[in-house]
């Protein structure tokens, strides 16, 4: 169906596009025009966006949607159906399922069921190692013709520090991306909060910053040595945010993201025992969220992701220690993210290039732009609607978030998908 969206203010960082435009949408789901409908188009719907942000659909570089494996917590399309609804259109899902994604077939299997349900595309990231067990290196040629975009161990660790140079050697001799979740783990050892004020208090094992620090050391040495594109995943120290800085200007080919919520949270809202608040890395001082902020402001941090983890609520039931760590993260990626332009972190415009162009180049993909001739995945959000997060209004099986019951702003009024509109605000998701 050809649509136009009239009225609305278009910002478009990868063609440097901030002002009121219209966009015209051929039946075919790409952009056919932007400010001047072409010649002879007739829209057979027209979006009223008066008022309202138009922007490309945002792009998430970590979402957990625990299927297969896991359908207990969550399923494919629940958690497609929060992504669209939190104005989300492309994400990326770690190989941690079970099985893992270490194998062509697995990749193929979870693409082709995201694109039965007609919603987020999925682009999987796959397994660096066999089975995630950091001993055998995976196909990731294979992989990579298959559909993964990037190359990860996600939580698990590659202790054996040879394994990790080959394969770091290998994803670099085929100009492939590694994505790297650093966390030294006998300095994590049965930590589950950050080792400071708080876990003292409470009693609780900590993890230090060291953890942090110490393996992104190691992996930026053999970076230096093989050269490969690395991207790291979660910083949230400081001190972490300072040695990317340092290897981005000595010409690494690094990056780096920070989810939402350690942009937002603090060890101090663990508060007593507040399992919400257990996430992996663990949300570390007030200044090292902080030093998160200027990294994104600076340029060093270059994405915002949800990293989402939906769970059932038993797994946050148990003490703190043994519940299991992460947020439902999908439907707040974007109000977070607005939250830092009201509080004069970021602009709108580099707000916007950090959930959209920005991880898109990281994945090397030509999705968060709305070029003419590129895909129709559009986000409309009014950035002003003030709104409660309620269990309610969650479309994500998991409700475990800190943010329940917050006041936040900025809401996804109409969310479109390869020209389709799979989202509207008062209709929820779109058959």
Request: hydrophobic share 40%.
């Amino acid at each position: 169906m050809s649509l136009a969206i009239k009225g609305g203010h278009l910002i478009d960082p990868a063609n440097r596009i901030n002002g009121k435009r219209d966009i015209y949408i051929n039946s075919d789901g790409f952009v056919a025009g932007i400010g001047r409908a072409p010649s002879g188009f007739k829209a057979r719907r027209t979006i009223d966006a008066t008022g309202q942000i138009v922007c490309p659909g945002l792009v998430d570089l970590r979402a957990r949607l625990r299927e297969p494996g896991l359908e207990h917590k969550a399923t494919l399309e629940s958690e497609l159906k929060a992504a669209v609804a939190g104005g989300i259109t492309t994400l990326c899902c770690p190989p941690d399922t079970r099985p893992v994604i270490d194998t062509p077939a697995m990749a193929q299997m979870i693409q082709s069921r995201a694109w039965r349900f007609g919603y987020a595309f999925i682009h999987p990231l796959g397994a660096l190692t066999r089975n995630l067990e950091g001993k055998l290196l995976t196909d990731m040629e294979a992989l990579d013709d298959a559909g993964c975009v990037a190359f990860t161990n996600a939580l698990a660790p590659v202790i054996d520090t040879l394994v990790l140079r080959r394969a770091m050697e290998y994803a670099a001799s085929f100009d492939l991306t590694v994505f790297l979740h650093c966390e030294d783990p006998w300095l994590k050892a049965a930590g589950c909060c950050h080792e400071g004020e708080v876990s003292t208090r409470l009693g609780l094992p900590g993890i230090p910053e060291a953890a942090e620090t110490v393996a992104i050391a190691r992996d930026l040495a053999l970076i230096d040595q093989t050269r490969v594109r690395a991207h790291f995943c979660g910083l949230s120290s400081g001190r972490a945010v300072q040695m990317i800085a340092e290897a981005q200007r000595r010409g690494l080919p690094v990056t780096a993201d920070v989810t939402a919520h350690h942009l937002h949270l603090s060890e101090q809202d663990v508060g007593y025992f507040d399992t919400q608040c257990h996430v992996q890395p663990p949300l570390r001082s007030r200044r090292d969220r902080e030093a998160l902020r200027r990294g994104l402001k600076q340029g060093v941090i270059g994405a915002i992701c949800s990293d989402h983890q939906p769970h059932e609520p038993d797994a946050k039931l148990a003490p703190f220690s043994e519940s299991e760590p992460g947020i439902s993260g999908l439907e707040t990626l974007l109000p977070l993210t607005l939250q830092l332009v009201g509080e004069r972190v970021l602009t709108l415009v580099e707000a916007v290039a950090r959930l959209t162009q920005r991880p898109a180049d990281i994945l090397g993909l030509e999705s968060g732009r709305l070029s003419v001739g590129a895909t129709a995945d559009v986000c409309v959000f009014d950035p002003k609607e003030r709104w409660r997060l309620t269990p309610d209004r969650l479309i994500s099986r998991g409700h475990n978030t800190p943010f329940l019951r917050r006041e936040l702003e900025g809401r996804v009024i109409c969310t479109i998908v390869g020209g389709r509109v799979v989202y509207e605000a008062d209709k929820k998701v779109a058959p």
